[in-house]
């Protein structure tokens, strides 16, 4: 915290006047913040995907971080089974990269898809697929 480009100032309650107003206190940003996008990608990595899909509404940068594909490389739609169709896979794999090297997908009781859809994962995954769950 910093009052007119001096050292550091505490925010103290001013007894005098009842109020913080006459501090001028800035706030530094999070060290988060700061983190470059290895460093964050590496501590999205410890994080379920929900909470990583997320993340990414948090900032730019996190978004960047969050979509980063090391950390799509497995994807387990059967728990979501009742909102898988067609249109919401052709959103997920045609909308961003961050499925490039999916490795391992799960569609298990995922009843509303088409080989279209089929098609359109191998065609955006197919080199790096080792395992596909229907």
């Not at 980063?68 to 961003?96: C, Q, R």
Request: one cysteine or more; charged letters at 15%; a negative charge.
């Amino acid at each position: 915290m910093r009052r007119n480009g001096e050292g550091a100032t505490p925010l103290l309650w001013n007894m005098e006047h009842n109020d913080y107003d006459h501090l001028a206190v800035a706030v530094d940003a999070p060290a988060i913040s700061r983190l470059n996008d290895e460093l964050l990608v590496s501590c999205f990595a410890f994080l379920p995907p929900l909470d990583i899909a997320n993340t990414a509404a948090a900032s730019r940068a996190w978004h960047q971080a969050a979509y980063d594909p090391i950390l799509w490389s497995e994807l387990n739609l059967a728990p979501y089974s009742f909102a898988v169709h067609d249109g919401f896979l052709h959103h997920l794999f045609t909308s961003s990269t961050r499925f490039a090297e999916l490795k391992s997908l799960n569609l298990e009781g995922c009843l509303a898809i088409t080989d279209s859809s089929l098609s359109l994962i191998i065609d955006r995954c197919g080199p790096h697929l080792r395992s596909l769950y229907l």
